[in-house]
T-cell receptor
Framework: RKEVEQDPGPFNVPEGATVAFNCTYS??????FFWYRQDCRKEPKLLMS???SGNEDGRFTAQLNRASQYISLLIRDSKLSDSATYLC?????????FGPGTRLSVLP | DVKVTQSSRYLVKRTGEKVFLECVQD?????MFWYRQDPGLGLRLIYF???????EKGDIPEGYSVSREKKERFSLILESASTNQTSMYLC?????????FGQGTRLTVV
């Protein structure tokens, strides 16, 4: 079983919609989690860190539920430019363990 | 601006060739990583290094080796390339809380 799992999608949503991704992890040893964004044919880049208390960055909200071992990302008022693959990442020691990614397409 | 640079964007090599993929970072990071990314499988860790001359196997090290002679440079070596090593290869270096990636090398082995 993979350490970090995600629904690969694709999620096809209209502009302006709210969309949520979940990610589950099997190894509770990780202290930190992140969401990375990867555009087509580009490298992954950090979108935001995820805290147990929940954190928000503009239209993006991330949440960590340690009891249930899942992480979520909520995107409000989605834009065409949000189309990308979203990678859930756990930090285990000094290693970043990536989920397979969830592909989002925002449609006009 | 932080930077991780991979020597090639695209490479085509023949089966059995020895292949070198080079990665350089300018952030003075101790940690460096090599991943491969394949459709449906996500990023899989091949090797990582926490310091000069140190290396650790990741999840899929078979068929690969690495070299870290200087802090800023981490090389991935395919000793004898095979067609199942056709993939996107991504190098990263990291601070304690963020990984920074190079632009990737798309390697095709024919």
């Amino acid at each position: 079983r993979k350490e970090v799992e995600q629904d690969p999608g694709p999620f096809n949503v209209p502009e302006g919609a709210t969309v949520a991704f979940n990610c589950t992890y099997s190894n509770s040893a990780s202290q930190s989690f992140f969401w990375y964004r990867q555009d087509c044919r580009k490298e992954p880049k950090l979108l935001m860190s995820v805290y147990s208390s929940g954190n928000e960055d503009g239209r993006f909200t991330a949440q960590l539920n340690r009891a249930s071992q899942y992480i979520s990302l909520l995107i409000r008022d989605s834009k065409l430019s949000d189309s990308a693959t979203y990678l859930c990442v756990g930090l285990y020691g000094q290693n970043f363990v990536f989920g397979p990614g969830t592909r989002l397409s925002v449609l006009p | 601006d932080v930077k991780v640079t991979q020597s090639s964007r695209y490479l085509v090599k023949r089966t059995g060739e020895k292949v070198f993929l080079e990665c350089v970072q300018d952030m003075d990071h101790e940690n460096m990583f090599w991943y491969r990314q394949d459709p449906g499988l996500g990023l899989r860790l091949i090797y990582f290094s926490y310091d000069v001359k140190m290396k650790e196997k990741g999840d899929i090290p078979e068929g690969y080796s690495v070299s870290r002679e200087k802090k800023e440079r981490f090389s991935l070596i395919l000793e004898s390339a095979s067609t199942n090593q056709t993939s996107m290869y991504l190098c990263a270096s990291s601070s304690p809380i963020e990984a920074f990636f190079g632009q990737g090398t798309r390697l095709t082995v024919v």
